[in-house]
């Protein structure tokens, strides 16, 4: 007795039939994947800062030293206009009943807040003073613990951190082509 084995060619056909369904699907994706050029109508996303705080140059400052340090202050004024704050003149030593025991004081008006929130980047650890007064003008008050303003790369990483950005400012990060 010959024993004769057929072949059945359905399950054969199944998997090749799965194999090319997925082959087309996987070609399907490839062809229509979207890339730089194509998705040009769709702007990429960029972080908005939740709370905008003016820049350097619309903000006046008067520095002074409340330490026995003589030129603290002197070198605090100088590096806030290279900055870009203006800072019309040296105004020299703190008042001695100002107690400031501190990396500084930073005294400001109603009118001034969001000034000197953007000074207490600058002088971390800084104490924020509210005052009574109409100048618009932000005082900050260096103390003992004073050593030096914060480096711009301090200020920024700190901003970017608390979501903070500045009216005009240039270092706002620009979107990329790729998103």
Known sequence: MANTLTRRPLPALVSLLALLLLTSLVWWRVLHRADGSSNASAPCPTPTPQVVLPAPSSITVEVLNATKRNGIAATARKTLVDIG????ALAGNDQPKKKNLGTAQIRYGAASKKDATVLRYYFPGAA?????TTR???TVSLGPKYKAIASAAAVSAA???DKVGLA???AAPSPSATC
Do not use: E, H
């Open 85 to 88: 704050f203006k800072v019309p």
């Open 168 to 170: 005009t400012s240039s």
């Open 128 to 132: 924020l003073v509210p005052v009574t």
């Open 159 to 161: 901003m970017k951190r």
């Open 136 to 138: 618009r003008t932000v």
